[in-house]
């Protein structure tokens, strides 16, 4: 496959990302958050195991595998998802697209406490920068009163799943990403169902009266955003490398805000949009992926 192929791939699942905040946030409205959130995980986590079984990738875990997926599942689905779906039901999908692309940075911090990546000064300008965007978000601008408790779920949410990413960067030396995604989803998912049961005891007999339209959104979300976009996403990364793929993630925030916007009619005010340029600006700076690049890019020519 030719690299603009890949490229074309990376956007269309930084698409599909984009616009499943909005799914999402559709989900946890006509549904109880947490039992809509386990069945759709639920089916994710299988679907991306049907699709390994058929290109005959699927495998059992050792001991040691088996340890790190389940830690990482706990993070990655269990916290990560609990705090995505209970944040959405308070605050817009707006905010909601923008506080989750601070992931990659958060990610950095963890890396350079726990995996001794360096700090240097690029870094270091690119951390700033992306959290003055996060704090121009959910202040409104600067008015304290204008932050919802559903942002704060969000940066949870965030801030698990760049925990879950030192985790698995533990055992991706020896597991195949897109089967190591089908275990977390399978085995996060069964957890967040139980507790669905214990705090939502209703949840499951409201699903008979969803339309049509709304299971499709439900598919959309599992089965293309979800376990799809994910096994493309790992795929293109092996192709192209983690720093190119990387910079491709700074677009699911701007499609977060396309699919606010058109889909449910959310405004887009001028601190959105200066926030979510601070926040590229800090991701490509904070992450690496900049440096990468260009290390890269003098590698290869220094070796033609």
């Keep these: 496959m030719k690299a603009y192929q890949t490229y074309i791939i990376l956007v269309l699942v930084m698409i599909a990302w984009g616009l499943n905040v909005t799914a999402t946030k559709i989900l946890v409205t006509n549904f109880l958050p947490l039992t809509i959130t386990g069945i759709r995980v639920l089916t994710a986590g299988l679907s991306v195991l049907l699709l390994l079984a058929l290109i005959k990738k699927v495998r059992k875990l050792t001991r040691k595998e088996f340890f790190y997926v389940f830690l990482a599942s706990l993070f990655n689905v269990v916290a990560h998802h609990y705090f995505l779906s209970i944040g959405l039901t308070g605050t817009s999908a707006t905010h909601g697209g923008l506080i989750l692309g601070l992931s990659p940075i958060l990610t950095t911090i963890f890396a350079i406490i726990f995996l001794g990546t360096p700090l ?5 300008i690119g951390l700033l920068l992306g959290f003055s965007g996060a704090a121009l978000i959910v202040l409104q601008g600067g008015a304290l009163t204008g932050f919802a408790f559903g942002d704060g779920y969000l940066f949870l949410s965030a801030l698990v799943q760049a925990i879950s990413f030192i985790l698995i960067k533990r055992v991706s030396h020896t597991l195949d990403p897109r089967l190591m995604t089908g275990y977390m989803l399978v085995i996060g998912s069964l957890f967040i169902i ?3 049961f214990f705090k939502e005891p209703g949840g499951y007999a409201e699903l008979a009266s969803a339309t049509p339209s709304i299971w499709l959104i439900f598919l959309g ?11 493309m996403y790992n795929d293109a990364m092996g192709k192209i490398g983690a720093a190119e793929a990387s910079i491709f993630i700074n677009l699911n925030p701007f499609f977060a805000l396309i699919g606010a916007a058109l889909f449910l009619n959310e405004t887009i005010r001028f601190n959105h949009i200066l926030g979510f340029l601070l926040i590229i600006s800090g991701v490509l700076l904070g992450s690496g992926a900049i440096e990468e690049f260009r290390n890269r890019r003098i590698r290869r020519r220094d070796a033609a």
């Design 221 to 231: 979300s599992a089965v293309i955003a979800t376990a799809m976009g994910h096994m």
């Design 194 to 196: 139980v507790i669905s």
């Design 120 to 124: 240097t000064l690029l870094r270091t």
